[in-house]
């Protein structure tokens, strides 16, 4: 029988539903092929300051919508939910992040719940206009990343795992919105995260909608592929000895599959020009399914 496996996620675009629950269950669903997931989801930008302190004292605290003063109600609160995932079902559970934790402190923490994987999503906030909860979210995708728990920062989660890591952030000034093909380097055509891309020959083409940009590569950490408009568009986090670690940032968006894409339009979350720039194929379900294969096949 296989076992559950658990996933703890930064859900950070809760109020998009199509990107954020939307694109929590593309993340999830091959992770899903080989049995039921129970899905931690922590909402740091929303939570109270009492949440964080009881996580600290209890672990895995599952939050109420009391817990939340700051929700954005463009999306309706639920504490849990259940989604079949062909023979399997996803259980989501909303959780608050701990606060005033050192890294020591998180890494415990991380240890205690005992979780398979840390994914952090994209975000409608950003890296260079710091917010008090992003200290905690940093912390927790720092300590993942180097404990060689799979790790996947998207986007905000990209620029918040190399932020935390040493990088420079800062702000273009405008958005990048469109497929671009990434060119990956010859650590990116061998690494696993890539393995699964069509177009051998030109790059994966990837997903972006993002207006800051990591300029500056992670302390150990490798380069994997770049961009037109963007650099360091993904990375590999190293081991103090250098080994490769199974963490990655990437800048690009895999869980924007087309028919969320083209939702997301319907319920006005992005404008038709942006639905119009998203409407190549992409590579996204084949970097979500090698990150999966990865953490089915990894041994906590």
């Not at 300051?49 to 919508?65: K, P, V, W």
């Not at 920062?153 to 890591?165: A, E, R, T, V």
Request: hydrophobic share 40%.
């Amino acid at each position: 029988m296989s076992r559950t496996r658990r996933i703890l996620l930064l859900d950070l675009l809760v109020e998009r539903s199509e990107f954020g629950h939307g694109g929590n269950q593309e993340v999830i669903q091959p992770i899903a092929r080989e049995g039921d997931v129970d899905i931690f989801l922590l909402t740091p930008h929303m939570q109270s300051e009492e949440s964080g302190i009881t996580a600290n004292e209890e672990g895995l605290y599952f939050i109420g919508e009391e817990d939340v003063p700051n929700w954005d109600h463009d999306y309706p609160f639920w504490e849990s939910c259940e989604v079949p995932m062909g023979e399997n079902v996803a259980r989501f559970y909303r959780v608050a992040l701990p606060t005033g934790r050192e890294d020591l402190e998180m890494a415990k923490w991380l240890e205690s719940i005992k979780v398979d994987a840390v994914v952090c999503s994209g975000s409608r906030r950003n890296v260079t206009m710091w917010e008090g909860w992003m200290d905690g979210a940093s912390s927790l995708m720092r300590v993942s990343s180097k404990s060689g728990t799979p790790t996947l920062g998207i986007c905000f989660g990209h620029q918040l795992l190399c932020k935390s890591l040493g990088s420079e952030v800062t702000r273009a000034d405008s958005m990048s919105s469109g497929i671009w093909n990434m060119k990956l380097n010859e650590e990116g055509h061998e690494d696993v995260l890539f393995d699964l891309r069509k177009m051998e020959d030109v790059g994966p083409a990837v997903v972006y909608s993002h207006q800051d940009h990591v300029v500056t590569m992670p302390e150990n950490s490798i380069l994997l592929g770049s961009a037109s408009h963007n650099e360091i568009t993904a990375i590999r986090v190293l081991g103090a000895d250098g080994d490769k670690l199974p963490a990655w940032g990437v800048q690009f968006h895999p869980e924007a599959a087309k028919h969320r894409i083209e939702r997301a339009f319907q319920w006005g979350h992005i404008s038709e020009a942006e639905m119009l720039s998203f409407q190549r194929d992409h590579d996204g379900a084949g970097v979500l399914e090698s990150f999966a294969n990865v953490v089915l096949g990894h041994t906590p």
